[in-house]
């Protein structure tokens, strides 16, 4: 467990829906991470905060998608009008700017199937 | 980031070391090299990272080329639970990580 914690851990939903995660990172971190992670692929960077600000979001984040962290503490995600190609496992990650090792702590993710 | 070049799959037996290479050939000065490895079905998780100099920690030890162009992480004794993709990663410390598709390291009893 590395203090991250994502919820819910499984979503299965149908073509259309709207659907939301949330990711709870570590207490102290300012930087939160958003990937997708398709199967027998590495993870893709979707976007993260520091703090309440989206500093960057990937090409890959279309427009049916958005990214919230009102206070800077815990994020959400949602998919709006969900396709099949948005089935993927969603991770997230936080880490502390400045710090030793930028290490990014990942959470366990939450698997989205889209039917 | 520079791009990375990794064996798509080793295996190691169980016990024994495990010497995973990475070629980084672009890597350029400001650039680190980091490890995570990915076990089945969880997030990634950290392993270790360098500059210039070989680092150990608790998990692995990672050895850097002089010229930087590439790096080999080190499991000393490989056990069936280090069994996972591993990826490699240069990365200017901040900011978004960019995995490759990494090496599926299987270690066998």
């Known amino acids: 467990d590395t203090g991250v914690s994502q919820d819910p851990r499984h979503k299965i939903t149908k073509r259309g829906q709207n659907v939301t995660f949330r990711c709870d990172p570590i207490s102290e971190h300012n930087r939160l991470y958003w990937y997708r992670q398709t199967l027998g692929q590495g993870p893709e960077f979707l976007t993260y905060f520091q703090n309440e600000a989206q500093l960057e979001k990937s090409r890959l984040l279309s427009d049916r998608f958005s990214a919230e962290r009102p206070k800077g503490s815990f994020s959400t995600l949602e998919i709006q009008r969900t396709e099949q190609g948005d089935s993927a496992m969603y991770l997230c990650a936080s880490s502390l700017v400045p710090d030793s090792s930028y290490e990014q702590y990942f959470g366990p993710g939450t698997r989205l199937t889209v039917t | 980031d520079a791009k990375t070049t990794q064996p798509p799959s080793m295996d190691c037996a169980e016990g024994r070391a495990a010497n995973l290479p990475c070629n980084h050939s672009t890597i350029s000065g400001n650039e680190y090299v980091y490890w995570y490895r990915q076990i089945h079905s969880q997030g990634p998780q950290y392993i270790i990272h360098g500059l210039k100099n070989n680092e150990t920690n608790e998990m692995a030890s990672l050895i850097i080329t002089e010229d930087r162009k590439s790096s080999t992480l080190i499991l000393p004794h490989a056990t069936l639970r280090d069994t996972a993709v591993y990826y490699c990663?240069?990365?200017?410390?901040?900011?978004?990580?960019?995995f490759g598709q990494g090496t599926i390291l299987t270690v066998h009893p």
């Open positions: 990663i240069v990365h200017t410390s901040y900011g978004k990580l960019t």
